[in-house]
């Protein structure tokens, strides 16, 4: 395999770290930390360096105003972008969002992506992505899904709570993951600004890094024409796939960033912060946590590389992606959970960007299904994948 980047993402990839280093590190004073994500303003303006540098939303199609990156090209421009936690809000690249494009963009009506895609690839809309609800709902089993829509002449009526959904607040429009009377499921299209949309609340939680927080929603017999089913009805577990594969990549990219931000913080303070007459790298229990840093570093970066080349290549990755997943989820926060380690008293401080890494990446290991999901899903595979080699040895 050949890891070298071709030379127009190489530059791509040091026109955004210097962006990030530049128009948006600056910007990370001015947030105030409401543990609701970035403030419109904030956003607004962070779009806009974005657009001014031609960066915005550059895994977008061509066709639709965006760079049309490949899954790798993602690999590299989007751990750049998580540098910082205001990069993927810049970039337009941020979750829910992100994978939402991503999917409008697969399975989404030409009049569909006018109405909705394009003024988010534009960095003017922001969306949500509802499908977790409270128990008995459907969570990390997303079988359980309890919302309910029913046909009523050319429009659906859709009832239910949701829970956890990422932008929630302020987004302009939702994807709603609903369950039809045969049992199969379908994904919806609405405006959020309608009367049977309630966010219930905004719930406090220990990440502070997406724009709109995690809201709770509440759908009461809202109203949606059967020409805003998202793709065909009866699919949205199969459409739920295509969203949720690359998106748990993209997940790993941004959150490689963060802990790279947070190794170099700690790499910086132990070369320089002397105890017990040398400076602290030079004591072989840091020096050792140092090492195992870069060990994690690298063995995420492969696993997000190597799926990435899967997915440019045609494969679907779902086995793979769910194996990045929990290996760079669990690397990358042993990563900033050295950084804290070795930082002392300032790790456990806002003196430095560390505890808000650490706080932020707690959850990535719960995101898009918790580590023992994706470990259970992936021995089912393991099992299925020697069975049918034994039965085909033995035919």
């Not at 990030?20 to 904030?42: N, R, Y």
């Not at 829910?96 to 960095?123: C, F, S, Y």
Request: one cysteine or more; hydrophobic letters at 40%; aromatic letters at 8%.
């Amino acid at each position: 395999m050949n890891f070298q980047l071709p030379p127009e993402i190489a530059e791509l990839q040091q026109r955004t770290r210097r962006f990030i280093a530049e128009q948006v590190i600056p910007l990370e004073t001015s947030e105030t930390h409401s543990g609701h994500g970035p403030s419109p303003e904030l956003r607004a303006e962070l779009v806009a360096r974005a657009r001014a540098a031609g960066l915005l939303t550059p895994h977008a199609s061509k066709e639709m105003g965006g760079l049309g990156l490949s899954h790798v090209a993602k690999a590299a421009v989007f751990e750049e972008a998580g540098y910082s936690w205001l990069g993927p809000t810049a970039l337009n690249i941020h979750a829910p969002d992100e994978g939402n494009i991503h999917l409008m963009e697969e399975v989404a009506t030409p009049a569909q992506k006018e109405r909705w895609l394009r003024p988010q690839v534009e960095g003017r809309t922001r969306s949500c992505f509802a499908m977790t609800e409270p128990s008995p709902g459907a969570g990390a089993d997303p079988s359980m899904l309890a919302t309910t829509a029913v046909r009523d002449g050319d429009e659906y009526l859709i009832s239910g709570t949701k829970w956890f959904i990422t932008g929630a607040e302020g987004a302009d429009y939702v994807i709603i993951m609903a369950r039809m009377e045969d049992g199969s499921a379908t994904m919806f299209l609405s405006d959020m600004d309608r009367p049977e949309i309630v966010l219930e609340r905004s719930m406090d939680a220990m990440d502070a890094c997406f724009a709109g927080g995690h809201g709770v929603l509440r759908f009461n017999n809202l109203r949606v024409p059967a020409s805003d089913v998202l793709g065909e009805v009866g699919k949205g577990f199969r459409y739920a796939q295509v969203r949720l594969a690359p998106a748990r990549l993209t997940h790993c990219m941004r959150w490689l960033g963060q802990a790279r931000r947070a190794h170099d913080i700690a790499l910086d303070y132990v070369r320089k912060r002397q105890a017990f007459g040398k400076p602290l790298a030079e004591h072989e229990g840091v020096g050792f946590m140092l090492a195992d840093n870069d060990m994690d570093l690298q063995t995420a970066r492969l696993h997000i590389w190597h799926t990435a080349w899967l997915l440019d290549q045609g494969e679907k990755g779902n086995f793979e992606s769910s194996r990045a997943k929990v290996v760079c989820s669990e690397a990358e926060w042993r990563v900033v959970d050295r950084c804290v380690q070795m930082l002392g008293g300032q790790g456990v401080t806002m003196e430095t960007p560390v505890m808000r890494i650490f706080m932020d990446m707690r959850a990535f290991r719960i995101y898009d299904g918790p580590s023992e999901v994706h470990r259970w899903s992936m021995a089912r595979k393991l099992v299925h994948m020697a069975e049918k080699a034994a039965a085909g040895a033995h035919a």
